[in-house]
């Protein structure tokens, strides 16, 4: 149990076009997602934290107009990167948790690699 | 402030023994983190603790000291596919997880 599944797995866009990653939680319910993104050896940033059905909280210095992040439901929580840079390439990583009260674990999707041309 | 302390690269024998060692400084603790971390993949869960001791699983083994901000993860009959990074990730007190950059362990055969 306890399966997290990220959509797409690489993705190539072009310089101002947006781009829109799904996490999905496959086998249990997530009330708390977190978004990161990791640049090649550097460690996990924590973008923002989002809580199904209220807006997400970010991380000081990530533009939430920017990144936008949409928890509809205990299961999937999306990340859009708008307008696109080269800067923005990076891995983004999604996690889940489950319901409080159960251990603090955070169950990690595969990732997604973004490449901005 | 939040820091985490890890060497930043080890190298290992196959079939040895190697531990890593972490250090923290968090705003609060409510527990601490072990993941595992192959080149281009996302993190995966190695173990938790909350209690000061050792916890033992298989091949790893993951000891905190509340007290000293101290942790170290054991790995046994090291193998190939263990060469990995791996993250020290204590729980502050907003439950939130505070990430270093991790120990590059190296495998030689």
């Known amino acids: 149990g306890a399966v997290v599944s990220q959509h797409p797995s690489r993705v190539i866009c072009k310089s101002g076009t947006s781009v829109k990653i799904e996490c999905r939680s496959l086998?249990?319910?997530?009330?708390?997602m977190f978004w990161y993104r990791q640049f090649p050896k550097q460690s996990l940033m924590l973008m923002a934290t989002s809580n199904e059905g209220s807006k997400a909280t970010y991380e000081q210095g990530v533009e939430k107009d920017k990144f936008l992040i949409n928890h509809a439901s205990l299961t999937l929580s999306t990340l859009t990167v708008t307008s696109a840079h080269p800067e923005d390439s990076s891995f983004y990583i999604c996690?889940?948790?489950?319901?409080?009260?159960?251990?603090?674990?955070?169950?990690f999707g595969p990732g997604t690699r973004l490449t901005v041309t | 402030g939040q820091n985490i302390d890890q060497p930043t690269e080890m190298t290992a024998t196959e079939g040895a023994i190697v531990q890593i060692n972490c250090t923290y400084q968090?705003?609060?603790?409510?527990?601490l983190f072990w993941y595992q971390q192959h080149a281009g993949e996302a993190p995966t869960f190695l173990s938790y603790n909350v209690l000061d001791g050792l916890e033992e699983k298989g091949r790893f083994s993951s000891f905190l000291s509340r007290s000293k901000g101290y942790s170290y993860l054991l790995l046994k009959e090291l193998q190939m596919k263990d060469s990995a990074s791996y993250l020290c990730a204590p729980l502050d007190s907003n439950y939130q997880l505070i990430w270093g950059a991790g120990t590059k362990l190296i495998i030689k055969p």
């Open positions: 996690s889940a948790r489950r319901l409080a009260g159960e251990s603090y674990e955070q169950y």
């Open positions: 968090t705003s609060g603790f409510n527990g």
């Open positions: 086998d249990f319910q997530a009330t708390t």
